[in-house]
């Protein structure tokens, strides 16, 4: 990873030399190192507040794209009947739902969670409920001769075996996070390093967008090995994915 973020450095400083662009065109990876020296309280402030943003939005997409899978694996007939409106919801652009869930949340915490969880929810519910639906019929026939109910095979049988998909599912939506949150901070904040890139792009100073964009990049790379560590504890047998 470290070799791969030299190389674009490198080719970011050659293009820089080559085409002598002006510095509120493309900056200098230098120009962009002096900017978050220069702000770096500030950058990391409205860092944390992205994080939060995205931390809980990631949790409650996760939960309930979770839940959404069991309830379409425990009741079929449900499934039928919100699995067509999720697919709708998902072809949305984010673009066009973030205005809207601004003026239902306003522009503080709630809209920019809300935004997070939605991104989220689709992969894992998608992921989710594939692994359960996947499971080998003859398992499932072997568990009704059993005295367990559709229930007890669904936990204990059905879900076990589905965790690897889930896994699959967080790690898919981990680098989709961070564009929840800045998507709704584009759209509405008073915070936020979303808001910083706006508030900087209106200034033109690029330096400090490349700034914001450089940490942004970090707090997603993290999100991603969190999920990677997780993803051990979750599914142990599943650790090759």
């Excluded at 230098?30 to 020296?37: I, Q, S």
């Excluded at 996760?62 to 009947?81: D, E, K």
């Excluded at 914001?212 to 999920?227: D, E, I, N, Q």
Aim: net charge positive; hydrophobic share 65%.
């Amino acid at each position: 990873m470290l070799r791969t973020a030299l190389m674009l450095v490198a080719g970011w400083q050659a293009l820089v030399v080559m085409l002598a662009p002006p510095r509120y065109i493309l900056p200098a990876p230098l120009d962009v190192l002096a900017a978050f020296r220069r702000q770096a309280g500030f950058l990391l402030d409205h860092a944390l507040v992205t994080l939060v943003e995205i931390a809980a939005g990631f949790a409650a997409g996760a939960l309930l794209g979770v839940a959404t899978a069991l309830a379409v694996a425990a009741l079929p007939g449900f499934g039928r009947l919100v699995w067509p409106v999720v697919l709708v919801l998902q072809a949305f652009p984010v673009f066009v739902l973030a205005p809207l869930l601004v003026v239902w949340f306003g522009f503080g915490l709630a809209s920019k969670v809300v935004m997070t969880a939605l991104i989220i929810f689709f992969p894992v519910a998608s992921a989710f409920a594939d692994g359960l639906r996947r499971t080998d019929p003859e398992l499932l026939d072997a568990t009704a001769m059993t005295p367990a109910t559709r229930l007890q095979a669904l936990v204990h049988v059905r879900v076990p075996l589905a965790l690897p998909s889930l896994v699959t599912g967080l790690r898919v939506a981990a680098p989709l996070a961070p564009l929840g949150a800045v998507v709704g901070e584009w759209v509405g904040a008073s915070a936020g390093l979303g808001f910083v890139m706006v508030q900087a792009n209106a200034r033109m100073q690029t330096d400090t967008v490349f700034a914001a964009m450089v940490v942004l990049a970090v707090l997603t790379l993290l999100l991603r090995r969190g999920v990677d560590a997780l993803a051990p504890r979750l599914a142990p047998w599943a650790r090759e994915g």
